[in-house]
């Protein structure tokens, strides 16, 4: 996934931008171990749970930038984002509804991996808004996703080699989802470097969490087929309620 983002971001070359002194070039570096960590985070998180658990919770993102950005800012943070806060957490709740067939610790697992995404991404989003102009998108984001390649070298002896991915079956779906992450990562982040504004580009991303509720459920005959148990409705209703809170308490956190 990350060398899939280090080999498609260099078409951004063509926006241009200004080469910053090598005593800079840690900024693109931060920027790429954060990467990293974030999509490791929700790889595991989806891993140990399902992605209708993941997505919801990482939509909490939304209200981890403004809080993030008052508290290195000194800014006060309004009533309003402390409501939000609360809604959000009783939506965390009912994301963590589960059948008595799925353990309680893979929830929490997936929860807490989810929430340390978060955590890694938001400080991906504010720097990459505090220091991408400098350089312009052009320039330092090729160069961060470079570093998350190299970064991710680190993982190579942990990983199955070409030969096992073909046994498994997974080179199409790894290609397409790297293809995906590529595509999702250029969206985000050439949108933060030329406008900023990470609370508002957050509110949108974060609706994946309702999305990806309804697409699991839809989607719930796949995994009976792989032979997994299938989630109750009941259960898929109380994650589907918690995504909702989840987009509500976005919703009341900026407007």
């Not at 991906?124 to 998350?148: K, V």
Request: some cysteine; proline content about 4%.
């Amino acid at each position: 996934m990350c060398w899939a983002c280090a080999a498609v971001f260099p078409v951004l070359s063509v926006m241009g931008g200004t080469m910053q002194p090598a005593l800079l070039l840690w900024q693109p570096a931060v920027i790429g171990g954060l990467f990293l960590a974030g999509q490791l985070f929700t790889l595991l998180a989806v891993a140990r749970g399902d992605v209708s658990i993941a997505a919801p919770v990482l939509g909490i993102k939304v209200l981890f930038v403004p809080m993030a950005t008052a508290l290195f800012m000194g800014q006060a943070l309004p009533l309003k984002i402390w409501v939000a806060s609360a809604i959000a957490v009783a939506g965390i709740a009912c994301v963590q509804t589960r059948d008595a067939k799925i353990q309680r610790a893979h929830i929490v697992a997936a929860v807490g991996f989810a929430l340390l995404a978060s955590c890694s991404m938001t400080l991906f989003d504010l720097l990459i808004q505090q220091w991408a102009p400098a350089w312009g998108a052009g320039y330092f984001l090729p160069i961060a996703f470079l570093f998350a390649g190299l970064i991710s070298l680190a993982f190579v002896s942990r990983v199955d080699g070409p030969t096992a991915v073909r046994e498994l079956g997974a080179t199409r779906p790894l290609s397409a989802g790297s293809f995906l992450m590529a595509l999702q990562a250029i969206g985000m982040t050439v949108t933060l470097g030329i406008f900023g504004d990470a609370t508002r580009v957050n509110i949108v991303y974060s609706l994946r969490g309702i999305w990806g509720v309804v697409l699991t459920w839809m989607l719930s005959h796949a995994v009976l087929a792989a032979g997994r148990p299938a989630t109750s409705h009941r259960t898929m209703t109380m994650r589907l309620i918690g995504a909702a809170l989840i987009g509500i308490s976005v919703v009341i956190s900026v407007t």
